[in-house]
């Protein structure tokens, strides 16, 4: 019974089901595609700026206090005019900035060491080139109705509950504390209002890990889908890398021509070609004052061997048949390498009987 529907393998050539390549990794690294959680660097700068506020917030409202303190006391001895108070406020608003600039640079690290722990170093110019795909209402509509745009909005909406809730338990924890603060001195009240601050802020950064944490999971998992491949792409990668076989064919083939048409022109100058008879022969030269033993300037099999002992007679060369002989030049010897010192003996009465064949030649 013949199958009503015949499968072929080839229609899967395009679904993506082989792992990324490490040139497609690089490839996609340099573009600025990796897996990497925007939340980590907000959680990360969060945390880090509570603890910074933790342990110098103090300080630094002394230092706001002060300033006011200075500055009040200076308006009351000094006449005000707008050039006062132009130079005034400048210079409140650049001492305000010392102050409030170890919290920025702990957030700045803190943003960029959440990057580092994810990606390493990378900088890329791709990401802000001007892509004009992205203004297509077609794909932003695609955009808006995607997986990711999904995560993006469940994610918001677990950060949102995350944070109220977090918030509501916290500030109900301490409601009891809000009274009393009612008759207290101004220092009292923003150390607790900033000790309740900073117990809301540390447990929603620390919730907002754990969220990051999921995120960063997920982002990792779309990414490395992303970068998988089709069987089609891995072998035409693997062309591009080691080189397509055909043309790597080509390219040995006529390498061998050109190394067998130089090995014909040299043959002519051999002394001796030994054979097997028929599947082997091997063309030798011995030059006594610049050789110290004979060289193999020539050798081949089956076809090759035939076109050597053409060549030879043409020339008037000398054939010696010696199996045994050939046999070993052909596998122990290359081309342009001189004879080892075990087989001295049997070529050194091959070019013996030669030399007493010219001799009577003569």
């Known amino acids: 019974m013949t199958p009503?529907?015949?499968?072929?393998l080839q229609w899967f050539s395009g679904e993506k089901s082989e792992k990324p390549t490490a040139k497609r990794r690089a490839d996609a690294?340099?573009?600025?595609?990796?897996?990497?959680?925007?939340?980590?660097?907000?959680?990360?700068?969060?945390l880090f700026s509570f603890l910074a506020l933790k342990?110098?917030?103090i300080q630094t409202i002394?230092?706001?206090?002060?300033?006011?303190?200075y500055y009040l006391s200076t308006f009351s001895q000094e006449n005000i005019s707008p050039v006062t108070v132009m130079s005034t406020g400048l210079d409140v608003a650049f001492r305000a900035l010392l102050l409030v600039a170890p919290f920025l640079l702990v957030a700045l690290t803190a943003g960029i060491l959440a990057?580092?722990?994810?990606?390493?170093?990378?900088?890329?110019f791709e990401g802000i080139k001007m892509n004009w795909s992205k203004l297509n209402p077609l794909n932003g509509l695609q955009r808006m109705f995607s997986k990711q745009s999904l995560v993006e909005l469940i994610k918001s909406l677990l950060k949102v509950t995350i944070i109220s809730y977090v918030a509501y338990?916290?500030?109900?924890?301490?409601l009891y504390v809000f009274p009393t603060l009612l008759g207290a001195d101004v220092n009292t009240a923003v150390a607790a209002v900033s000790e309740i601050a900073y117990d809301v802020g540390l447990r929603v950064a620390l919730l907002l890990l754990i969220v990051a944490g999921l995120d960063y999971w997920f982002q990792w998992y779309s990414h490395e889908d992303s970068?998988?491949?089709?069987?089609?792409?891995?072998?035409?990668?693997?062309?591009?890398?080691?080189?397509?076989p055909l043309i790597k064919g080509k390219i040995r083939q006529r390498m061998r021509e050109a190394a067998m048409r130089r090995m014909m022109q040299e043959l002519p100058k051999a002394d001796v070609v030994i054979t097997n008879p028929t599947h082997f022969?091997?063309?030798?030269?011995?030059?006594?004052?610049?050789?110290?033993?004979?060289?193999?300037?020539?050798?081949?099999?089956?076809?090759?061997?035939?076109?050597?002992?053409?060549i030879a007679q043409s020339h008037g060369i000398p054939t010696v048949e010696d199996r045994p002989l050939a046999q070993a030049l052909y596998r122990t010897v290359e081309i342009g390498q001189a004879i080892p010192a075990e087989l001295f003996q049997a070529v050194a009465e091959v070019f013996a009987f030669v030399y007493r064949l010219k001799k009577k030649k003569a």
């Open 62 to 69: 002394d230092g706001f206090e002060r300033i006011m303190m």
């Open 281 to 310: 022969a091997v063309a030798l030269k011995y030059e006594g004052a610049l050789m110290t033993a004979p060289v193999v300037i020539a050798k081949g099999q089956d076809y090759v061997a035939l076109k050597i002992k053409e």
């Open 4 to 8: 009503v529907l015949k499968w072929d």
């Open 55 to 57: 342990y110098f917030g």
């Open 169 to 174: 338990t916290a500030i109900d924890k301490h």
């Open 29 to 46: 690294r340099k573009k600025g595609q990796v897996a990497r959680s925007t939340e980590l660097n907000t959680a990360f700068s969060l």
């Open 227 to 244: 970068l998988k491949m089709s069987k089609q792409e891995v072998k035409d990668e693997h062309k591009q890398s080691e080189g397509d």
């Open 115 to 124: 990057s580092y722990l994810q990606v390493g170093f990378l900088f890329s």
